[in-house]
T-cell receptor, first 110, second 111 residues
Framework: GQNIDQPTEMTATEGAIVQINCTYQ??????LFWYQQHAGEAPTFLSY????GLEEKGRFSSFLSRSKGYSYLLLKELQMKDSASYLC???????????FGGGTRLMVKP | DAEITQSPRHKITETGRQVTLACHQT?????MFWYRQDLGHGLRLIHY???????NKGEVSDGYSVSRSNTEDLPLTLESAASSQTSVYFC??????????FGPGTRLTVL
């Protein structure tokens, strides 16, 4: 089975850096996704890691360690618009299903 | 532009009624999914389909059914709505590979 853990809530200051962690346990591993979801809206794709290491995409970076079952999303130069929930997800089985963590609600304060 | 839409966006119904939520995508994706999202539970998979006439149960399928008669649509039916099915429902599609594209969601309230 799959088990995914993320902190429920985090608070950070505008302009700062924040790291959102995700730990997972899966019977197989086919990569890890991060999605962003603003309140009342649909989740939107942020990143996909399948190999170990850090992948940078503008102000957002995602890190994966397969041996540790661990990933994090790093947000730099925080902006107020980054206030959202961040969902960690892993594919399950041989198909295209995703299992999601509960999400981390990030609040960015001035 | 290709897109994925859901209707209605908001629905209030009564316990025991049958309800159908529509999902339509114009990307020609084979894979489609239904999730529900509740506080404290994140997104949970209800049903999914890998193509026409294919449907499969997800983690929380009890009380729900889907049908796939064409590539574009995967309607979700609540056979007899219960208060426990009050939730936000998201439809998603995928071309293969794992990235999924989500619809705007339907907020369902069962009184």
């Amino acid at each position: 089975g799959q088990n995914i853990d993320q902190p429920t809530e985090m608070t950070a200051t505008e302009g700062a850096i924040v790291q959102i962690n995700c730990t997972y346990q899966t019977s197989g591993f086919n990569g890890l996704f991060w999605y962003q979801q603003h309140a009342g809206e649909a989740p939107t794709f942020l990143s996909y890691n399948v190999l170990d290491g850090l992948e940078e995409k503008g102000r957002f970076s995602s890190f994966l360690s397969r041996s540790k079952g661990y990933s994090y999303l790093l947000l730099k130069e925080l902006q107020m618009k980054d206030s959202a929930s961040y969902l960690c997800a892993v594919p399950v089985g041989a198909g295209n299903m995703l299992t999601f963590g509960g999400g981390t609600r990030l609040m960015v304060k001035p | 532009d290709a897109e994925i839409t859901q209707s209605p966006r908001h629905k209030i119904t009564e316990t025991g009624r049958q309800v159908t939520l529509a999902c339509h995508q114009t990307w020609n994706h084979n894979n489609m999914f239904w999730y529900r999202q509740d506080l404290g539970h994140g997104l949970r998979l209800i049903h999914y389909s890998y193509g026409v006439q294919d449907t499969n149960k997800g983690e929380v399928s009890d009380g729900y059914s889907v049908s796939r008669s064409n590539t574009e649509d995967l309607p979700l039916t609540l056979e007899s709505a219960a208060s426990s099915q009050t939730s936000v429902y998201f439809c998603a599609s995928s071309p293969g590979g794992n990235e999924q594209f989500f619809g705007p969601g339907t907020r369902l309230t069962v009184l």
